[in-house]
């Protein structure tokens, strides 16, 4: 079994295509991390929400994972992947890909049509996903705003590690702050992925993020906990209030992912991302 000992600030990072085109651009993603890397980000989720993950077919799914692994290996970063968000045989593809190119760690979101509505379904799909890579630390991808599937995290932590030999935890995308707090647990990963209540949830014992705002200034995010961590709570919540304000004058100018993609591309124009893909850049 492979050990997932992470902890501190993992990008979900954008899905790079050629402007002007919606072809994979995966020469920028060597860059990319180098970027990262310098700017201290330890670890990367690759096509998550922010990555359009469920906006790729399997195969480009496939090729950019592939892409991440290799610059991620060569410079130190721990890249985990997301597989969820298709249909079932393709999740299972994903899984066993994931373990075949030996990812650091697996995401998964539940199953987004027969959603399931109790801990124990919940419980049951991701424990028959998790099977297909067995030896890869699992984790599941709690974002109910997009999914629909909120059933009591706490609730499902307990009854998953006990079935599942390879879980590890979740990504938790909610601002309910006390229901992510419960799930604190030692030995258990938690990573927190709401970029607005982050200042809350380091005062509340999170140290695991990913969280969309790592790609554009994550020294930011650097800030906050380290403040915190040492008491300075009147400068961490003041640095939060600025992020929050550089979150919603980002938001002025579209969608989450669009918005947040655009403000990468202008911060760093060298690193070629191109824009959203159908939906997400319709009017």
Same mark, same amino acid.
């Given at each position: 079994m492979k050990q997932f000992t992470f902890k501190g600030l993992m990008a979900p990072?954008?899905?790079p295509y050629t402007n002007g085109s919606e072809k994979l651009n995966l020469d920028a993603i060597e860059p990319y991390v180098l970027l990262l890397k310098e700017k201290r980000v330890r670890g990367v989720l690759v096509n998550g929400t922010s990555g359009e993950g469920m906006l790729l077919t399997t195969a480009e799914r496939m090729a950019v994972t592939e892409a991440w692994q290799r610059s991620c290996?060569?410079?130190?970063?721990? +890249? +985990?992947?997301?597989i969820g968000g298709a249909p079932f045989?393709?999740?299972v593809q994903l899984a066993e890909h994931a373990a075949k190119i030996n990812t650091d760690a697996v995401l998964c979101l539940p199953e987004?049509?027969?959603k399931p509505k109790t801990p124990e379904a919940l419980v049951a799909y991701i424990k028959a996903v998790a099977s297909h890579c067995p030896t890869i630390p699992f984790f599941y991808y709690h974002i109910p705003m997009f999914t629909d599937?909120?059933?009591? +995290?706490?609730?499902?932590?307990?009854?998953?590690?006990k079935e599942i030999g390879n879980f590890r935890g979740i990504k938790y995308t909610s601002g309910d702050l006390d229901q992510e707090s419960a799930c604190l647990k030692e030995g258990r990963h938690i990573f927190l992925g709401?970029?607005?209540?982050l200042c809350g949830?380091?005062?509340a014992g999170f140290d695991c993020f990913i969280m969309t705002t790592l790609n554009i200034c994550p020294e930011m995010a650097d800030k906050i906990i380290n403040d915190t961590n040492r008491g300075a709570l009147n400068e961490a919540r003041e640095e939060q209030q600025v992020l929050n304000r550089r979150i919603a004058t980002i938001l002025?100018?579209?969608d989450w992912v669009t918005a947040m993609k655009k403000a990468f591309r202008e911060t760093f124009p060298a690193i070629e991302v191109g824009h959203t893909r159908p939906p997400l850049n319709l009017k």
């Open positions: 990072v954008f899905t290996s060569k410079h130190g970063i721990t +890249m +985990m992947v997301q045989p393709d999740v987004l049509y027969f599937v909120n059933v009591p +995290m706490p609730a499902f932590l307990d009854i998953a590690e709401a970029d607005t209540i949830a380091v005062a002025q100018h579209g």
